[in-house]
């Protein structure tokens, strides 16, 4: 019986995790889950009005949930970077989530923007290393507002964090028949890239059954555009991960699609939609919540049952060609509305 903590945050974040809990109480009922949820109040409130992010009290009860559902943080009332470092980034540090997954996957043709590019093409998942790389924060400042000033910011690449992140998308590739290409730029970077190569050149030896390529990260985002459907798994650094996967959101059709998960398999992985807490339309009721939806089903697939998540992604399809959609996405349904009929799909499925 899986349990799991619900951070619904700021903004539109709140509304959006509203309909993803509606799908899953749902499929827990449906399909006999005995999903267990506590909520907590993180975000802006709790900030302005006790000056604290996250608590260590909550930090460990975190601990003892199986994963953690997140909405969005963010808030025009407070300044630009404390609740995502406070916050998010914190959780991610406390809980090592070293992979961050994030599926690239076109649900319909109309929403594409490359031409004669659709479903069949756009279909696949970037593995981007979470914790390491170019967003350590290790470096410094030296001479500050001089003209003799020198920043450095350090590249970070240790053999453990290399490792992991390449034999997690091994397997991952494995278990989904894929194929498995590393995104680098080992021919520049030759210290830290040159390590990720010779760790994916080891482990491709442990993995026979897993066929392999290699792409530097210019040619990659040429490739994404022109020959989308030669990709089935792309493992990368942190920082080309963060590229990558923005180019790879407008693939699938935009922020409203994109969903993402934390992952650590050791220890307690988070599953949250990709897009912020949009202080712009809060409280209107128009966010979509197809991404905080997907990420409920990457959740589920988490726990092992990717039958359900297939389900769900079946259900918000057919909701698509169905046009039964938010107004970023074209149709004119609210956010509830908009979970309220993919639960009636599922209940015909
Ligand atoms: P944003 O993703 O919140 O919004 C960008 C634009 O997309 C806005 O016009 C918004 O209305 C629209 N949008 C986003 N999600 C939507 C949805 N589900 N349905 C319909 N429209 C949607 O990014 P922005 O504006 O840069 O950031 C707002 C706040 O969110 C900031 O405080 C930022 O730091 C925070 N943020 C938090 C993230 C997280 O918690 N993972 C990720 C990105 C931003
Ligand atoms: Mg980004």
Redesign the pocket.
Request: with cysteine.
């Given at each position: 019986m899986p349990s799991i903590a619900v951070l619904p945050?700021d903004?539109?974040?709140k509304e959006?995790i509203n309909e993803g809990l509606k799908i899953l109480n749902f499929m827990g009922d449906r399909y006999n889950l005995n999903l267990k949820f506590e909520e907590f109040d993180i975000g802006a409130e709790r900030f302005l009005k006790y000056g604290e992010l996250i608590p260590d009290s909550i930090l460990k009860r975190l601990e003892t949930f199986d994963a953690i559902y997140?909405g969005?943080?963010?808030?025009?009332r407070v300044p630009?970077?404390v609740?995502?470092h406070g916050i998010?980034l914190k959780l991610r540090f406390h809980f090592d989530q070293y992979v961050n997954l994030r599926p690239i996957k076109l649900l319909n043709d109309r929403f594409s923007p490359l031409k004669k590019k659709g479903v069949n093409e756009i279909n696949f998942t970037v593995i981007r290393e979470n914790t390491e790389g170019l967003y350590a924060g290790i470096g410094g400042i030296l001479k500050k507002d001089t003209k003799d000033e020198v920043a450095i910011q350090e590249m970070i690449s240790t053999r453990k964090g290399v490792e992991r992140i390449i034999r997690y998308a091994f397997e991952y590739a494995k278990n989904n028949n894929g194929k498995l290409t590393l995104c680098d730029k080992s021919n520049v970077l030759t210290y830290s890239h040159g390590l990720w190569l010779r760790v994916f050149e080891e482990l491709k030896k442990e993995y026979p059954e897993v066929q392999t390529d290699h792409y530097y990260v210019d040619a990659i985002t040429m490739k994404m555009v022109r020959n989308p459907e030669i990709f089935d798994v792309i493992v990368t650094c942190n920082m080309f991960g963060d590229i990558i996967t923005d180019l790879g959101a407008e693939l699938q059709g935009g922020?409203?699609l994109a969903a993402s998960g934390n992952i650590n398999p050791n220890t307690v992985s988070m599953f949250?939609?990709?897009?912020?807490?949009?202080?712009?339309?809060a409280g209107k009721g128009?966010?979509?919540?197809l991404?905080a939806i997907l990420a409920a089903a990457m959740m589920l697939e988490y726990f092992g049952r990717k039958d359900l998540s297939e389900k769900i992604e079946g259900a918000i399809k057919i909701s698509i060609d169905e046009n039964l959609l938010?107004k970023?996405m074209g149709g004119n349904l609210s956010t509830s509305e908009v979970g309220d009929e993919i639960v009636k799909i599922l209940k015909r499925g």
């Amino acid at each position: 019986m899986p349990s799991i903590a619900v951070l619904p945050g700021d903004g539109i974040g709140k509304e959006v995790i509203n309909e993803g809990l509606k799908i899953l109480n749902f499929m827990g009922d449906r399909y006999n889950l005995n999903l267990k949820f506590e909520e907590f109040d993180i975000g802006a409130e709790r900030f302005l009005k006790y000056g604290e992010l996250i608590p260590d009290s909550i930090l460990k009860r975190l601990e003892t949930f199986d994963a953690i559902y997140l909405g969005a943080v963010g808030d025009p009332r407070v300044p630009a970077g404390v609740l995502e470092h406070g916050i998010l980034l914190k959780l991610r540090f406390h809980f090592d989530q070293y992979v961050n997954l994030r599926p690239i996957k076109l649900l319909n043709d109309r929403f594409s923007p490359l031409k004669k590019k659709g479903v069949n093409e756009i279909n696949f998942t970037v593995i981007r290393e979470n914790t390491e790389g170019l967003y350590a924060g290790i470096g410094g400042i030296l001479k500050k507002d001089t003209k003799d000033e020198v920043a450095i910011q350090e590249m970070i690449s240790t053999r453990k964090g290399v490792e992991r992140i390449i034999r997690y998308a091994f397997e991952y590739a494995k278990n989904n028949n894929g194929k498995l290409t590393l995104c680098d730029k080992s021919n520049v970077l030759t210290y830290s890239h040159g390590l990720w190569l010779r760790v994916f050149e080891e482990l491709k030896k442990e993995y026979p059954e897993v066929q392999t390529d290699h792409y530097y990260v210019d040619a990659i985002t040429m490739k994404m555009v022109r020959n989308p459907e030669i990709f089935d798994v792309i493992v990368t650094c942190n920082m080309f991960g963060d590229i990558i996967t923005d180019l790879g959101a407008e693939l699938q059709g935009g922020m409203g699609l994109a969903a993402s998960g934390n992952i650590n398999p050791n220890t307690v992985s988070m599953f949250e939609p990709v897009h912020g807490s949009a202080p712009d339309i809060a409280g209107k009721g128009i966010a979509n919540p197809l991404a905080a939806i997907l990420a409920a089903a990457m959740m589920l697939e988490y726990f092992g049952r990717k039958d359900l998540s297939e389900k769900i992604e079946g259900a918000i399809k057919i909701s698509i060609d169905e046009n039964l959609l938010s107004k970023d996405m074209g149709g004119n349904l609210s956010t509830s509305e908009v979970g309220d009929e993919i639960v009636k799909i599922l209940k015909r499925g």
